[in-house]
């Protein structure tokens, strides 16, 4: 059962996490409920605080309460489980540009067996964008990829990946959502065999971060209830009296734990 619920736990704050990379970039500290929505499961609900330095996700799933903390200008992460007063840390993760409050002047620093090379200044649909060329190694194979990423926005507009697949981001235009100012956006994934799959996301115009993605086959994420404001910072602290699990948690780890969720 413990196993369960610490596989469960990793893998939905990897899907939960992902929303705010950008608002660690840009400062914002703030609150929200994080919801994520798969069919034919009940709603998964978290809480998620966001400071300067910390971001702090509370899961709890069949009674069982699991904290998770990372701290990105580190690459260190602790998951903790308050009612056993126990926990686990994992080092090493990758310190991207989007993490870090150092200035990076690629994509790709901070990130192991990857390359970035700028090849030019352009524009897709009247949006500046810096065109990436992105080279991975696998195992001892490269593979590369282009990346158009947003000056403003700093996400990409258009990927086209190493197997020939195409991504394209579309603005939609803007709207309220939650009470919040954000822009619409349509993401359309092309499969080398040409087959496409459709997508949206809504983009907070002050988090400057994704608050809500619609994802084929009727998923869902989205955060709600967001409140700007300074966060408290025991939020991120370890407890004095919490003992340490001696649990390796090195990606490789993590990832096994992913698929075996799925």
């Known amino acids: 059962m413990k196993r369960q619920i610490l596989i469960s736990g990793l893998t939905s704050f990897l899907l939960l996490f992902s929303f705010c990379v950008h608002a660690i970039q840009l400062n914002v500290e703030f609150s929200a409920d994080a ?59 990758p310190i991207s540009s989007l993490w870090s409050q150092k200035k990076f002047t690629t994509p790709c620093d901070g990130v192991r067996h990857v390359q970035c090379k700028k090849l030019a200044k352009e524009k897709i649909n009247q949006i500046k964008v810096d065109k990436w060329q992105v080279e991975r190694t696998v195992n001892g194979k490269i593979f590369k990829s282009l ?46 065999s040409g087959q496409s799959r459709f997508s949206k996301q809504w983009y907070d115009t002050q988090l400057k971060m ?3 993605e619609e994802l084929p086959g009727g998923f869902l994420r989205e955060l709600r209830n967001i409140k700007v404001s300074k966060q408290d910072e025991k939020l991120f602290h370890l407890p004095a009296d919490y003992k340490k699990l001696n649990i390796n948690m090195n990606q490789e780890k993590i990832n096994n734990n992913r698929r075996v969720a799925r």
Do not use: C
């Open 210 to 212: 994704v608050v809500k």
């Open 147 to 192: 990346h158009w990423i947003d000056n403003q926005r700093h996400f990409a507009i258009k990927e086209i990946f190493h197997d020939g697949g195409v991504m394209e981001l579309k603005l939609l235009g803007k709207e309220k959502l939650n009470g919040r100012e954000v822009e619409q956006w349509q993401s359309r994934y092309t499969y080398p």
């Open 35 to 93: 919801i994520q929505v798969s069919p034919g499961q009940a709603p998964l609900i978290s809480k998620m605080y966001v400071s300067k330095k910390a971001v702090r996700t509370e899961i709890n799933q069949k009674g069982y309460r699991v904290v998770d903390i990372v701290y990105p200008e580190k690459g260190k992460r602790l998951v903790l489980y308050p009612d056993q007063k126990k926990y686990m840390e994992q080092t090493g993760l």
